[in-house]
């Protein structure tokens, strides 16, 4: 059984990764990318990991802030699509329906970016 890389998404054998890969989950072939390729698959992890939590916190919020204003426009846009639904709906709990009744142009943002894939039957 391998280990599992977070910038390719395969899994791979023990021996494609390096010490500190094996502690990062980055392979090889992947800590030979430049810095800002592989930030960018991080910073995406990232985002799409503020909209699983169940509370938004205002941390996260700055957060959100400062990756909305990264150089790769593909981030800060994705950034700043969370960030509106965290300003709109920070808790979890109903988020979807509470996005769905105050702002359906968010939540048809979201679905086009991906950032929800199996949006509720309403």
Known sequence: MGHY??????VRANERFSGKGHR?????DCSRLP????QV???AEEIA???GQ???????IQRLGKLAESPDPETAARAELVLDVALV???RRRRLQILRRQCPDLLERLEETGLIHDAVPW
């Open 5 to 10: 890389c977070r910038v390719c998404g395969r």
């Open 24 to 28: 990062n989950h980055v392979c090889k």
């Open 35 to 38: 810095k800002g390729e592989r």
């Open 41 to 43: 698959v991080f910073d």
């Open 49 to 51: 990991g503020f909209l």
């Open 54 to 60: 169940s509370n938004i916190s205002r941390k996260n």
């Open 89 to 91: 709906a920070p808790r």
